[in-house]
Nanobody
Framework: VQLQASGGGLVQAGGSLRLSCAAS????????MGWYRQVPGKQRELVAT???????DYGDSVKGRCTISRDNAKNTVYLEMNSLKPEDTTVYYC?????????????????WGQGTLVTVSS
């Protein structure tokens, strides 16, 4: 299983970005997909997650500014980020949790992407 994230980059404060992350491989199902971020020296924090049934959860720091969505047929998750602030600058990690593969459908494994950098200039 591989996760391929895209959409990071440089944006001015108040601007918007859309992150995408596609999971590929012999996937049977994915329980939760989402995004986390980590500032150097701090713990990884929740940005947003979405279940296969569409239940969403957002971190307090991004509530009201982000929208997460998911295309289950494509095993792809999207994160629309608006009203970006300089403090949103960091690496964002895509997560695909509780993945069951066609080869081992009884086992659930978490996978993480390599991270995509979001930089918000003031």
């Amino acid at each position: 299983v591989q996760l391929q994230a895209s959409g990071g980059g440089l944006v001015q404060a108040g601007g918007s970005l859309r992150l995408s992350c596609a999971a590929s491989g012999r996937i049977f199902s994915i329980g939760v997909m989402g995004w986390y971020r980590q500032v150097p020296g701090k713990q990884r924090e929740l940005v947003a997650t979405i279940t296969s049934g569409g239940y969403t959860d957002y971190g307090d720091s991004v509530k009201g500014r982000c929208t997460i969505s998911r295309d289950n047929a494509k095993n792809t998750v999207y994160l629309e980020m608006n009203s970006l602030k300089p403090e949103d600058t960091t690496v964002y990690y895509c997560a695909a949790l509780q993945i069951r593969t066609l080869d081992l459908p009884r086992d659930a494994t978490d996978y993480w992407g390599q991270g995509t950098l979001v930089t918000v200039s003031s």
